[in-house]
């Protein structure tokens, strides 16, 4: 007779195959953990500030900024470098982040693009002597050029409105838990990146500012020079009339019947119904002209600084070709102004030789 299987023991616990949670011990008290927890997620303080005008930045310059900051931070406040972060924006719109410094200087952008912007963020874990555990402390820094500066200030990169008359702007914010740490950065910061914005010739920097004011003095300028041609034409014209008419009446010489005959060629001949009608022509063109030539000074006169961000190849071609272009438009303002008063002097000769006779 066979023997029958042993049935388990109901009393005994079934086998199981799930995995029993695990759990991690810190050395801390309840206490530091929650303070330390609180560094972390909570909403800091923050001080930014906006830096406008015309800069140059290049792989260089945001490495000496990063070891600025590390020799500040970490020997003065014992910081540690929890986390570097960069975002590059290219003029196809395309972006591209980088999670360390040493991936940005040896960032090689192959495509035929430049850079149009580039944000970068420095997250700190500092201890301060009135606290026990460290708090997180950042430190974020956008190089915007002017003319692309259409994104949107958000809580990990700064942006700024869009300024088409802007060169450029340097944005920073410092975001942290004690007021005088960020006070001091704050004034670390704006030194470093003051230095960065270019100063300009400032005969170029006054008629830029005042570029509709110029385009306007320059319309009415030639305008005036038309009217006051046309003006001294019509006083020499007539004064040669009143000669001849005059020269008729001499005592001693003179001739009814001549004068009436020179009086009826002149209004047979509508000599001055022409000329009325050659001042009112001139006056006309010039008026479209002067429309013409204030527009151009406008176009040359704001001529605003550029700024470059230097990160790759196509972004120091882009550089040269700008510049080339700015100076070639300083001349192109200089070209205005002189064309301005040759056409000014050329209109009033050509009136003056074909209808002031």
Not at 201 to 212: Q, V
Not at 307 to 332: G, P
Request: charged share 20%; aromatic share 10%.
């Amino acid at each position: 007779m066979s023997e029958l299987p042993q049935l388990p023991d109901r009393n005994e616990p079934a086998p199981t195959t799930r995995q029993e949670a695990g759990y991690v011990i810190l050395p801390v008290d309840p206490d530091q953990f929650k303070d330390f927890v609180k560094g972390l997620l909570g909403r800091p303080q923050s001080i930014s500030r906006v830096l406008h005008g015309p800069f140059e930045i290049d792989a260089t310059d945001i490495q000496n900024l990063d070891r600025l900051l590390a020799q500040r931070i970490e020997q003065q406040n014992a910081g540690l470098l929890a986390q570097f972060n960069a975002r590059l924006v290219f003029s196809d719109e395309s972006t591209i982040e980088l999670n360390t410094l040493a991936e940005l200087i040896s960032y090689n952008e192959v495509r035929p693009v430049y850079c149009n912007a580039i944000h970068l963020r420095w997250d700190y874990l500092v201890t301060f002597p009135d606290k026990k555990v460290p708090q997180k402390q950042s430190i974020l820094v956008s190089y915007v050029l002017g003319a692309h500066a259409t994104l949107i200030d958000t809580e990990d990169v700064l942006m700024l409105s869009r300024r088409a008359d802007s060169s450029g702007a340097i944005n920073f914010r410092i975001e942290h838990t004690a007021r005088t740490w960020g006070a001091d950065i704050e004034a670390l910061m704006s030194n470093f990146l003051q230095a960065h914005i270019r100063k300009e010739n400032p005969i170029k920097t006054w008629i830029r500012s005042h570029h509709a004011v110029i385009s306007f003095v320059t319309a009415i300028g030639f305008i005036a020079m038309v009217s006051l041609g046309i003006f001294v034409t019509s006083r020499q014209y007539a004064s040669e009339r009143m000669a001849d008419l005059n020269a008729m009446l001499v005592p001693g010489s003179a001739n009814i019947d001549k004068i009436l005959s020179y009086i009826g060629q002149i209004l047979a001949s509508g000599a001055w119904a022409q000329f009325s009608f050659a001042a009112v022509f001139f006056l006309v063109v010039s008026f479209f002209v002067a429309i013409w030539l204030g527009m151009w000074t406008d176009e040359a006169a704001a001529n605003y600084p550029p700024s470059f961000i230097l990160i790759n190849r196509q972004s120091v071609t882009h550089r040269d070709e700008v510049l080339a272009k700015q100076r070639k438009k300083w001349l192109s303002f200089c070209g205005s102004v002189l064309t301005t008063v040759i056409l000014g002097v050329l209109s009033n000769y050509i009136f003056a030789h074909f209808f002031g006779r």
